[in-house]
Each structure stands twice: as structure tokens, then as C-alpha cells.
């Protein structure tokens, strides 16, 4: 967000970066509306939705360590009093948390069971999803409200196996492209909870020109705050 956002991650582990902004961009929220972040990690994607529009977010973590710096971060930004980080695990949400939210975002572990591993622990438990992606999507499905969204953004590859796991209504992809005629590395996935459009494949954004810097339109979310809209 050009500065406007400041959030500390650890030196070792997994480092949020061009994924969360996007995802955070894609998130349809209005001010005060509800918002439930599953796997939020030091928080960023949390922290640049609230940078665009205020509205009062939940993000649960499993680690203590991350939920306590996210909570920092939260604080440096001056958003503490409408963003807050819980420790809980996903699939077993406290009873809080289990009620409806205007709209439900993640970065789920995008890496299958056989893919790539890390010698962080921490790294690999946030990129490695053990067999369980459709347990990530089936949970962030049952917490969104009716008529609000679920978000997510992951590898293009594994865009199959999500949608598995999801209704065969109210779904938008929108494919991020590395440069013209390069294929997608990852993709955006929003349902839109009880719509009953066919599954939409979106134009998608273009994110870097042929001399490697962003375009405009990707530049405008990255720096700038702009919303991706879905």
C-alpha cells in the first residue's frame, strides 16, 4: 500500500506478500461489515482490507506467536479496536466463531501432501495443506453468511480439487497472470453464498508488463489500495 500499511513478519518462516494484497483487494467488505480471516498468519491481509475500508474482522490463527504479532500489527496501524486475532484452530473454531460472517477470506496451505516441503516448521505449516484443502474451503463455506462471500486465493494447479469442494453456484475465478500469454500461477476463487449463477471464469489481471514492472492495474492495487473486483 505504498507505506501505508506496516506489518512485521517473522525472519524465518512463511512471508505473506503479493498473495495477501491481492486476496485482501478481492474482498467485497462495506464499512462495518463482519469479517472472518481463516489462517492469518502476521495479519497483513487483515491489515490492508481494513486499510480500504473499516470494517471489523476476526482473524484466527493456530500459532500464539503469529496471533500475538498480528495483534501488534493491528496496534502499529491503529486499527486494534476493529480488527482482532484469536488463537484457534479452523477446524475446530470456538463457539464465538461459529456464526455467520458477511464475508470469509483465506490463503490457504496451497501445496499438496507430495508437493514442496521446508525445513521451517513454521514455513511448512503454512504452505503444506496435509490432504486437507477441501477442510480449509469447507469450513470457510460454513461460516459465510447468506448472500455474502467466501474468498480465496490459490495455485492455478490445484483449482480442481477446490472447486470439489465447493457449490456448483455463485462462483467466480479470476486468474492473476504473470504477463501477457504467460499462463495463471495462481487464481482468486470467490463464492458468492446462494447465488444461483453458473461457475463464471473471469478475464483476470495481467500483473507485470514485458520489462518485469506491474502494470497499471496491478499497481493500483498493490500501492495504491484499489479493489479487485470479482
Not at 16 to 39: K, N, R, Y
Not at 74 to 97: I, K, Q, T, Y
Not at 175 to 202: C, D, E
Request: charge should be neutral.
Amino acid at each position: 500500500m505504498g507505506g501505508r500499511v506496516v506489518a512485521e513478519q517473522p525472519r524465518s518462516g512463511f512471508r505473506a506478500g503479493l498473495d495477501a494484497v491481492m486476496l485482501a483487494a478481492a474482498v467485497p467488505a462495506e464499512a462495518g461489515d463482519e469479517v472472518l480471516e481463516l489462517g492469518a498468519g502476521a495479519g497483513t491481509a487483515s491489515l490492508c482490507l481494513e486499510w480500504r475500508v473499516p470494517c471489523r474482522i476476526v482473524g484466527v490463527e493456530l500459532e500464539q506467536a503469529l496471533v500475538d504479532l498480528a495483534m501488534r500489527n493491528a496496534s502499529a496501524n491503529g486499527f486494534a479496536d476493529r480488527v482482532h486475532f484469536v488463537r484457534a484452530d479452523v477446524f475446530a473454531l470456538p463457539a464465538e466463531l461459529k456464526r455467520d460472517f458477511v464475508h470469509v477470506f483465506c490463503n490457504p496451505p496451497f501445496h499438496d501432501p507430495a508437493g514442496e516441503s521446508s525445513p521451517d516448521p513454521a514455513r511448512s505449516l503454512a504452505l503444506r495443506d496435509v490432504g486437507r484443502l477441501g477442510d480449509w474451503l469447507e469450513a470457510g463455506v460454513k461460516r459465510t453468511a447468506s448472500g455474502g462471500t467466501f474468498t480465496l486465493i490459490l495455485r492455478a494447479d490445484r483449482m480442481a480439487e477446490a472447486l470439489a469442494h465447493l457449490p456448483d453456484r455463485g462462483i467466480s475465478v479470476f486468474p492473476l497472470w504473470p504477463r501477457a500469454g504467460a499462463a495463471a500461477k495462481r487464481v482468486v476463487v470467490q463464492l458468492r453464498k446462494g447465488a444461483s449463477h453458473p461457475l463464471a471464469l473471469l478475464a483476470g489481471l495481467v500483473l507485470h508488463d514485458a520489462t518485469g514492472a506491474y502494470t497499471p492495474a496491478a499497481d493500483a492495487i498493490l500501492r495504491e489500495g484499489a479493489q479487485l473486483r470479482l
